[in-house]
């Protein structure tokens, strides 16, 4: 996965996770790490890359998740 993706998707998901007394400051970070991919590709909507970013944030978490192991068979 590419580190900048990841990186958003990290302060996406602290975003999500985050108590009310910490959740401005990481909404900052996260809409700052969006500013600056917007910077870099002018022809790309904000609205399109938030849309993106869920989108992958959904396959992130799953693939966040271990599978349980299987018992051995007896």
Same mark, same amino acid.
């Given at each position: 996965m590419n &580190?900048? %993706?990841?990186?958003?998707?990290?302060?996406? @998901?602290?975003?999500? !996770?985050?108590?009310?007394?910490?959740?401005? &400051?990481? %909404?900052?970070?996260?809409?700052?790490?969006? @500013?600056?991919?917007? !910077?870099?590709?002018?022809?790309?909507?904000r609205e399109a890359l938030e849309g993106a970013i869920q989108r992958a944030y959904i396959r992130w978490l799953k693939a966040q998740i271990k599978p349980a192991s299987l018992p051995p068979k007896a």
């Open positions: &580190r900048e %993706l990841e990186a958003i998707l990290k302060a996406y @998901d602290a975003a999500k !996770q985050a108590s009310q007394a910490e959740e401005k &400051r990481l %909404l900052t970070i996260y809409e700052t790490k969006l @500013d600056e991919v917007l !910077q870099r590709h002018p022809h790309l909507s």
